[in-house]
């Protein structure tokens, strides 16, 4: 169950909206929600559930060799041990959205600013900006991968007239590595998702063009910090939380998936026509899951 102040929010995954006035709403199901308390077996299945969860978490956040390419798991399990109670993350697209809503760990009253819903690429750098100037002083983490980045890195520019000690947060994997799985996952094979010359066949596998992020956030007036390592990523994100002014930390990943895999379906319908073998495996794939689609009315 869901509160929402828009309708049209309220009709996601085929729910059943409900209207009421808010505050009458909450009041009438607390009152029939009364003494209410979930079996003893159905509470002990969850605990041992989270406990399995807190286990997978660890070690998706767990760096070891401090000498490696961090992954981008990895990244976040650094920031997370440098943020204070008071910081403000904030992210919109890419893959970091879905990393960070299994991954994140955030204690109250430590914000947590997400638009999920739309995949906004491009806002996470203004959105910095705007919670900077809400509340000045609080320390502020725009997480960007290199796609997203591209969208709209112009906004620094004002951060950097203002004085607004934003961190960008950039993650350089060379390509859109968030819809390259979902392409690969439909059938089409990642085609044009990666930041590679063309090679002699006229795919894109070849060497990946010298396009340097760190040295275009350096360009428009920000303090750039460069992590090749997770040792010099860890040190970078403690140099940047003290900063006083618009700080970019730079880091290029390991480019391996290793979040733990998304257990939803979403449903992005598959060339039906295609006589490619991926597509058709793919294609056949997505027949079975409509199959067992449900509506709930």
């Known amino acids: 169950m869901n509160l929402n102040i ?4 309220a009709h996601k995954l085929a729910a059943a909206p409900l209207v009421c006035d808010a505050r009458t709403g909450l009041t009438a199901l607390s009152e029939a929600l009364a003494g209410h308390r979930v079996e003893a077996a159905y509470e002990a299945e ?14 998706a956040l767990r760096a070891d060799d401090d000498r490696a390419a961090p992954t981008q798991t990895q990244v976040i399990g650094a920031l997370d041990a440098v943020v204070g109670d008071d910081d403000v993350v904030i992210n919109a697209a890419g893959s970091l959205p879905g990393d960070l809503h ?15 819903g739309y995949s906004c690429m491009g806002y996470e750098i203004p959105a910095a900006i705007g919670v900077q100037q ?9 997480l960007v991968g290199d ?14 007239q203002e004085g607004l000690p934003i961190t960008v947060v950039l993650l350089q994997n060379h390509g859109y590595a968030s ?6 996952s439909v059938g089409a094979e990642r085609f044009g998702t990666a930041y590679r010359y063309r090679a002699a066949d006229g795919s894109f596998t070849g060497a990946p063009p010298p396009v340097d ?12 910090l460069r992590a090749k390592t997770v040792g010099e990523l860890r040190e970078a994100l403690r140099t940047a939380r003290a900063a006083d002014r618009p700080t970019c930390v730079y880091v290029e990943t390991d480019p391996a998936p290793t979040a733990p895999p998304a257990e939803a379906w979403w449903d992005v319908p598959v060339a039906a026509a295609s006589t490619r073998e991926a597509a058709v495996r793919a294609r056949a794939a997505y027949d079975r899951r409509v199959a067992d689609r449900r509506h709930h009315l």
């Not at 828009?6 to 929010?9: C, E, L, N, Q, V």
């Open 46 to 59: 969850y605990r041992a559930g989270k406990d399995r969860w807190d286990r997978v978490v660890e070690a």
């Open 179 to 184: 819809i390259g799985g979902l392409s690969e």
């Open 213 to 224: 992020l760190a040295a275009n956030a350096g360009s428009l007036g920000m303090d750039v």
């Open 134 to 142: 809400a509340a000045p002083g609080t320390p502020v983490w725009a």
């Open 147 to 160: 796609g997203t980045y591209l969208m709209m890195p112009t906004e620094i520019v004002t951060a950097v």
């Open 6 to 9: 828009t309708a049209f929010d």
């Open 102 to 116: 299994k991954l994140w760990r955030a204690p109250p009253p430590r914000p947590y600013h997400l638009e999920y």
